[in-house]
């Protein structure tokens, strides 16, 4: 891409509204533009972002042998009124009615409708364990929506849904997802959190939250530094490494506001390895039972030939809310510098005078070619603007590494610099290598 | 993927209701159902054909500089109101209050959203011409939906929107649209014909339906053959090209049932070239200058220092439908065989006699870990169901080739067959390169 191409309206100022910092920059850089209260439009920058979240996150679903489908946003209201949740939900449920004046809504979570499916096309054990997944817009009509996507009311998860036949196997499969989930937030360079937490409307015996530590969340946690120090790196995919993970991530104390006991967690942690601080919430796990299974007559036949209901969980990432929280996580001295893994775009080439020196945009477009070929995602600055005013876009995009074509070129030598790193003179192959290399 | 793992539910009957054959195979082959009237959740092998359609849309656009974002389903009364169509657009838009009595709207279309970010964002004629798309699920509350996916009331659309300064420009991006429709649907195997249509509740000066000829359509269409034989694979990207492509599809009658005129149908087509037929509606595409940048005040400064409205256009393909209209076209003797670029899989591997040779079984799986690692879409038949009941589950699925472990297998060579086409005998490296050469 061509800067001068790309559809990046930048903001010098942002409204007051706009107070975290992930806010602030996504409104400055064009990543998003709210349409109404709540409701975002991602621009190109914004949305290049999100699908490239989006994809690792399904990525490690896949992994773990959970298969991808896409429910509707809208749902009709029946299966809510069988589960019992109709009511129940209150006035965060958007409720519509169709020209025929049947009662719809747009699935806050899809709980009811995968159990639905469940039931019309699963009738044996023998199709068990399954695990279904979608990415898939939701709508959450909060009372007062803030902080840009962080908190706002149309807003993209990946909710994912297990069925197996007994306890044991649900908690397998809940087993599975947990891996499944610090894999994720570990290839977006995050540190989250497994935190016991309440399971809240969704219901259900078992639920882990996944906190992201920054002073900006609003969920306040208490854990046992230890936790922090485990490598998710050492787990394979055996259920022996599995429940070893599972165990380790146990052995310590962490809590949510919500399942803090002060007692409990004075006399757990000493108090040197007491952590008391503040995160954002990117994930939940939930294993119900048959919560949803038995109102909704999802049965199946067992293994002894009688019917049962079947054990699920629930899982859910907030992949738009992901985007901000990568920015709350890593934006620093006021530069954005993005994991590579989900940059906007992987390198940026910025030839700093285009208009007194032709020929470092020739150059310039040369080496865009060359990295292009190479399978890198780069991004050419062909502006006639100041170097200043180049280099002030591109703290804005966050684009990790910049090849910078001035005076300090030298023949086939170019200035690489990594966003808040350290410079040096490399040729383009070099370069080449040395981004491949990263990529992994 | 090892089917015995596919979520993949296979119907034998299907409600009467269902009449397209599209609708019964997509129930029947497990790719869709439906949730309530016209609202449909997309199975893992439905979900998996409407990316690989999306994907190659969405590349399509991004050749002729159409630049990806993503607009919000739910969007404000307001913008509809300042245009004018909240009133006009009838039963079909579906409206909903929210929590504070707030007038909202599931998304038909997006002329009005688009038009709000252009005048928030683009100031001046130098950022001009641009062009923006979007993926997105749009709802038309339908009276009667039916047809399965063909007629259904929340579907996934592209939409793309084009702001210039002048006609003359307006007319380029058009022409530009109009060839990415004719390589998109090239793509897809279709032989779709642009044929003038009416603006309908759009608006404007200029327009085209995209059309695929099919008994099964709901459009009546009228044309010249010589339009069939047109071969869009002659035009390349520059604009004399794309003007001779617009001449050459000009140059013939054709028109939908609403412009159709029988005096200039009759005194323009020999009656040997006459064509009358049906035909599905995949794309429609319009120019309409500043219908809706006029009312909506998206001003952009002109060369002249004065204020003027952009001229646009709007750029429609409905994504979910070309599921239904590409199994309209495809389905024959009761097979599915969908295109390679867009199949659920690539090649299905079949040991026909899991159960009493189990070396079949391992035979596969030792081919499957080849094809994969060329990077090939490969499904393996691990199951030991009989050989007719897997080649009735694989004539739904409709993967184009197969290849074959039986009885006919010697040494390294396989039967290597193509759905509807000719059996051969080949090696494994054979089949690899003959695959990598077809995908192109």
New interface residues.
């Given amino acids: 891409m061509f800067i001068s191409?790309?559809?990046f309206?930048v903001l010098r100022d942002v409204s007051a509204d706009a107070k975290l910092k992930s806010h602030q920059l996504m409104l400055k850089s064009?990543m998003i533009?709210q349409?109404?209260?709540g409701?975002?439009?991602?621009?190109?920058l914004g949305?290049?972002i999100?699908k490239k979240i989006t994809k690792i996150v399904c990525e490690e679903q896949d992994k773990i042998?959970a298969?991808?489908?896409?429910?509707?946003?809208?749902?009709?209201a029946?299966i809510w009124k069988e589960s019992g949740r109709y009511n129940d939900y209150g006035?965060?449920m958007?409720r519509?009615k169709?020209?025929q004046g049947?009662e719809?809504l747009?699935g806050p979570t899809n709980e009811e409708?995968i159990t639905?499916?469940f039931r019309?096309?699963?009738k044996s054990y023998k199709?068990l364990p399954?695990i279904?997944y979608h990415v898939q817009?939701k709508?959450r009509?909060e009372?007062r929506p803030r902080f840009g996507v962080m908190r706002c009311?149309?807003f993209l998860m990946k909710d994912a849904y297990s069925f197996d036949l007994t306890k044991e196997d649900a908690i397998k499969s809940y087993n599975k997802m947990f891996l499944a989930y610090l894999r994720t937030f570990h290839r977006l360079e995050l540190k989250a959190l497994p935190l016991k937490a309440s399971s809240g409307p969704i219901g259900g015996d078992s639920s882990h939250e996944f906190i992201i530590l920054t002073d900006s969340g609003e969920s306040q946690v208490y854990l046992d530094k230890a936790l922090l120090d485990i490598n998710i790196e050492k787990y394979d995919d055996s259920e022996t490494s599995i429940n070893a993970m599972v165990a380790d991530y146990s052995k310590f104390y962490s809590a949510t506001d919500e399942k803090y006991s002060k007692d409990e967690f004075e006399s757990k942690v000493k108090k040197s390895d007491q952590v008391v601080t503040k995160g954002i919430e990117v994930g939940h796990i939930f294993y119900f039972g048959d919560k949803y299974s038995k109102p909704l007559k999802a049965n199946i036949l067992g293994k002894d030939g009688k019917n049962i209901n079947s054990q699920m969980g629930s899982y859910g990432i907030g992949v738009s809310r992901l985007v901000a929280a990568v920015i709350e996580a890593k934006y620093n001295n006021n530069i954005m510098k993005w994991p590579l893994a989900i940059a906007p775009f992987e390198v940026a080439i910025i030839p700093l005078n285009n208009k007194s020196d032709p020929k470092s945009l020739d150059k310039g477009k040369k080496i865009y070619n060359e990295l292009k070929a190479n399978g890198i995602d780069v991004i050419l600055d062909d502006t006639e603007e100041s170097p200043a005013s180049k280099f002030k876009n591109f703290e804005l995009i966050g684009v990790p590494f910049q090849i910078i074509i001035g005076s300090k070129s030298v023949d086939d030598q170019f200035e690489f610099k990594e966003l808040n790193g350290i410079t040096e003179n490399l040729s383009v192959s070099e370069i080449i290598i040395k981004i491949k290399k990263l990529k992994g």
Same sequence: chains 1, 2.
């Fill in positions: 191409k790309l559809f309206p064009g533009r349409s109404t209260a409701i975002y439009s991602w621009l190109p949305l290049k999100l042998g298969q991808e489908m896409l429910m509707p946003t809208i749902q009709s029946d006035e965060e958007l519509i169709d020209r049947r719809l747009y409708l639905e499916i019309d096309n699963v199709s399954l279904l817009w709508f009509d009372i009311r149309e």
